[in-house]
Structures are given as structure tokens and as C-alpha cells.
């Protein structure tokens, strides 16, 4: 998806917090997803946002800013199992399929 | 079903011949899609069915790929003349409908291109 941007790769500290960033363009929008895959496994849903400002949802939480095209997935109290990958998806425009960033590959490290 | 189902989990074929994908979606979900993931790389969008209706083709890498879904359930994706550049994970995903639903994911397709 070249109008999706995410850092490649991430190296965090257990219990520590990390921030994951994507900026987007879309024609239109349609809500903002956010995906976690850990290695030979699918993508899994963790987060939608549709709506400016921030959604916790226990250890997670995602950030949205319509206006300029950004979202950031915040990971709180570093577990090993989160290494994973963790994919930003919009749809391009209106209803259309969702577009999938490269994804930002995190290892978390004792 | 319980979730979204892909048969085989990994198929090894020759260059040249035809394979094909199949996708059981999530009971009730009208929309179905299918991606390709090579290694270390993101998700590519192929094509996505509305019902048994594919608006859209243009994802789709090449004519050597088809795909159709009957009854608004079971899809495959057909690849004719398989070439080493097919190798990938091929995942389907549904949703209920397109209006900003999470989309589930099968384990997918492993293909390997001899």
C-alpha cells in the first residue's frame, strides 16, 4: 500500500511502552484498522477507529487524527508476545477493500 | 463455521500447472476477500466479493488469476500456469458487510512454485 507509511521495524523493552505510527491518504475515509500478526499466523483485528482521539482497550490503545492523516497503535506493560508484526489498514476511498501498510515488525527483548 | 477456513494449508506445485484455493467464509459474512503475502512483506490486495460479485478486478496480478464464489458462501482462487513469482501465502478474509467491519482472517495458503 504506497499511501500507507509505518516504520519497518521496532525494538522495545518488556514493560516498557512503545508507539507505533502510520500515516495514511485516502480520498475519502473510512475508518482506520489496526492488525497484529505474529510470525506463520494471520492478521488478527485489534483496533478500529473511525473518530478523532484516542481508544484504550486494556494494554492497547489507538490514536486517530483525521486531519492529518495519522494513527498510532500505543502498546502498554511490554509482554514478550507481543513481538509481532502490526499492520495500519484503511480503505482507500468510501467502502472499498482495506489496504494493508507493510506493517512494523516489533521484537520485545528482556 | 466457527471462522474462516482455506484449504490446502500448503500446496507445493510445479511451474506450469494450474492450482486452485479454496475459502470457506465465516457463515453469514457477504463479503469475502482474498491477499497475498510474500515473505517479510505486507498484505496485497487481489480481489473482494460483495454476495457472488466481484466489482473489481484490477488487484489481480495478472489474467492467470481467477477467482468466483457461489451461493454467497465458498470461493477459490485458480492460478493457471503457475510461475516461481506466485510463491506466497495466499490469505482470505470475510466480513459481514463493507461498512467499516473487521475483517477475519483464515490461516491461508502457503504456495510453493517449483
Known amino acids: 500500500g504506497q499511501n500507507i507509511d509505518q516504520p519497518t521495524e521496532m525494538t522495545a523493552t518488556e514493560g516498557a511502552i512503545v508507539q507505533i505510527n502510520c500515516t495514511y491518504q485516502t480520498s475519502g475515509f473510512n475508518g482506520l484498522f489496526w492488525y497484529q500478526q505474529h510470525a506463520g499466523e494471520a492478521p488478527t483485528f485489534l483496533s478500529y477507529n473511525v473518530l478523532d482521539g484516542l481508544e484504550e482497550k486494556g494494554r492497547f490503545s489507538s490514536f486517530l487524527s483525521r486531519s492529518k492523516g495519522y494513527s498510532y497503535l500505543l502498546l502498554k506493560e511490554l509482554q514478550m508476545k507481543d513481538s509481532a508484526s502490526y499492520l495500519c489498514a484503511v480503505p482507500l476511498s468510501g467502502n472499498t477493500p482495506l489496504v494493508f501498510g507493510k506493517g512494523t515488525r516489533l521484537s520485545v527483548i528482556a | 463455521g466457527a471462522g474462516v477456513s482455506q484449504s490446502p494449508s500448503n500446496k507445493v506445485t510445479e511451474k506450469g500447472k494450474d492450482v486452485e484455493l479454496r475459502c470457506d467464509p465465516i457463515s453469514g459474512h457477504t463479503a469475502l476477500y482474498w491477499y497475498r503475502q510474500s515473505l517479510g512483506q505486507g498484505l496485497e490486495f487481489l480481489i473482494y466479493f460483495q454476495g457472488n460479485s466481484a466489482p473489481d478486478k484490477s488487484g489481480l496480478p495478472s489474467d492467470r488469476f481467477s477467482a468466483e464464489r457461489t451461493g454467497g458462501s465458498v470461493s477459490t482462487l485458480t492460478i493457471q500456469r503457475t510461475q516461481q513469482e506466485d510463491s506466497a501465502v495466499y490469505l482470505c478474509?470475510?466480513?459481514?458487510?463493507?461498512?467499516?467491519?473487521?475483517?477475519?482472517f483464515g490461516s491461508g495458503t502457503q504456495l510453493s512454485v517449483l
Open positions: 478474509a470475510s466480513s459481514l458487510d463493507m461498512r467499516g467491519e473487521k475483517l477475519f
